[in-house]
């Protein structure tokens, strides 16, 4: 008798007791991600629209409404790109992915008509180490790619001087590098999506 | 007679039982979330919601989880709570949810949430364990605001991202870096060590 209370003791009701405390905790926390699920999936799709029209350089309130209201206004969308139409012609968006230190990064690119020049980079997602490579997304380094051409060359941060340099940031070489492979794709991957060629 | 341990567990763990400058735990995220002062504030809201609530659950659960599965049973709950906080924020506050990325998820791992439950919440009941989870992240959230202060004041030049010192000011990247959270937090707990718990320790 006591042989099989402890064995129920020790071995079952530890079982029992984590499986249902996992369990409660599964449902708690899966309810609470579906309820907010919408609200989630909308601020995914407002940050990819802020991405576009950052890379397109254009001027918007960045609110969810001023969002949405600059994006409907001059942003088409088109088979694998984006275009922006305003006082400056034409400029097309394209969204290119590549490898970062620790995970993909996802940028949306701008381009001016001659699929060369960027008008705008923006960082739609990317998980670099925080406070070093993560800094990609300040905007003194994403300006930086305004009026210029791909290929561009990496230098020490607060030296670029040349058309082609960028500054890289200061203990994010590896990222930096990343983002300038990332960013040499541009020009082709541009003419294969645009011109389809 | 109950009041007065009530107000003592409270009180503790912002004075001379700190978890930062005394017990030294949760450095992990006082050393990576402290360069702005957002972050900071977001941050330890998460950890003092979180101690307070499994400390509490636990507390709850005391008399009846079995002990050799024990620290199973309180990261699953300490996890679920996290997991409540990041759902939220990535619903409610996307920028903010964005700017901390990983930091959300090591809550988990902040030493703090799980010393206060193997420490207090398994021998005492659930109000005192709450009191004493919430305080711990009270403080906590205090020394890591200072910190932040700091930071990102001489780093940046501002506070709460907004600017204070003039285009004068030059930034020192290297507060904003990881470097610059171990000098600011090794210096406040000197200076905190040396001035305030030496009275304490001599009266």
Known sequence: MSVQRSFYKDRIYPLIFMFVTTLLCILLTSGLHLLTLDRAEANELSFARRAILQAADLDFTNTTDGIERAYRMQIGEEAGFYTATGTFGTRYIIPLDGPGLWGTITIMVGLEEDLETFSGVAIV?????????????ESWFT????GKRAPFIMVEEGTSSAPQEVDAITGATRTSEYFKNLTARVPGEAQRLIRGE | MAKSKLRKTFVEPLGKNNPVFVQILGICSTLAVTNKVQNTMVMTLGVTFTTALS????????????????MMVETMIIAAFVIIVDIVLKAFYPEMWKQLGPYVGLIITNCIIMGRVEAFALNNKPLPSLVDGFASGLGYTYVLLSIAVVRELLGSGSIWGIRILGSWWTNWSIMIMPPGGFFVLAIIIWVIRETVMKEESHA
């Open chain 1, 125 to 137: 997602s990317q998980n670099e180490t925080p406070g070093l490579g993560a800094r990609i997304e």
């Open chain 1, 143 to 146: 300006d930086q790619f305004k």
């Open chain 2, 55 to 70: 400390s509490w659950t636990i507390s709850l659960l005391r008399n009846h989880i079995p002990s050799r599965i024990r």
